[in-house]
């Protein structure tokens, strides 16, 4: 469990018992007892089986995949995956691939629905772009309409392995990961993924590469 569980349901029972104390009344008592468990759920940190395998791009995120689509960036064509985390979701962000981290960009902004296509671009996030050495892939933690505060444990120069912990977005929100254009697809919209677990995309190798192989 991410700490921020802990800190939020201990905070909660001793509401609990003081509203307790004071009261003697379940019904009210239960309220912040409810809010604890919540908290205490929301904040989960399930252990994730990591794929194994060169090239393969995995989910910084569970949620629903709502969007699938080659896009034009000022750094050329790439493959967007969009994946919307509703409440019920666990939050922790995972790392999509192995390498070397080279920009970690926060950028403030609104707190749109994160299900509006606008959100991407006004919306309060962090960029991460990760190179492995044979290409990059960048994800994007967007906040949501609920979503008031994105944790990212990163910074440039960091090494990290696929599937590592980086963060969360606190409540509802959206990750957008952008992969190079001639990554071959493995989901659809309407797909529901895994951080860390689920396989969003593979990039081939090149010929002589040292991380040359396929897909597992």
């Known amino acids: 469990m991410v700490r921020d569980g802990y800190l939020y349901g201990l905070a909660l029972l001793v509401v609990a018992a003081i509203v307790w104390f004071g009261t003697q009344l379940v019904s009210i008592t239960a309220i912040p007892v409810l809010l604890a468990a919540f908290f205490l759920w929301f904040f989960r940190d399930p252990s994730?089986?990591?794929?194994?395998?060169?090239?393969?791009?995995?989910?910084?995120?569970?949620?629903?995949?709502?969007?699938?689509?080659w896009i034009e960036t000022t750094g050329g064509s790439r493959l967007r995956i969009t994946i919307f985390l509703s409440v019920f979701n666990v939050h922790?962000?995972?790392?999509?691939?192995?390498?070397?981290?080279?920009?970690?960009?926060?950028?403030?902004?609104?707190?749109?629905?994160?299900?509006?296509?606008?959100?991407?671009?006004?919306?309060?996030?962090?960029?991460?772009?990760?190179?492995?050495?044979?290409?990059?892939?960048?994800?994007?933690q967007i906040a949501g309409l609920l979503a008031r505060r994105i944790v990212c444990n990163l910074k440039p120069g960091d090494r990290v392995e696929r599937g590592q912990r980086m963060g969360l977005i606190k409540f509802g929100s959206r990750v957008d990961v952008l992969m190079p254009a001639e990554a071959e697809l493995r989901v659809k919209v309407g797909d529901r993924v895994l951080g860390g677990s689920s396989i969003l995309g593979y990039v081939a190798m090149k010929a002589g590469s040292n991380l040359h192989g396929g897909p597992s």
Not at 106 to 134: C, P, W, Y
């Open 92 to 140: 922790v962000n995972r790392v999509p691939i192995g390498g070397k981290v080279t920009q970690v960009t926060l950028r403030e902004g609104q707190f749109l629905n994160a299900m509006k296509a606008e959100s991407a671009v006004l919306n309060e996030q962090t960029m991460i772009t990760i190179d492995s050495g044979e290409y990059s892939v960048s994800f994007k």
């Open 48 to 69: 994730r089986r990591i794929p194994d395998g060169p090239g393969l791009v995995v989910s910084p995120g569970d949620g629903k995949v709502t969007e699938a689509e």
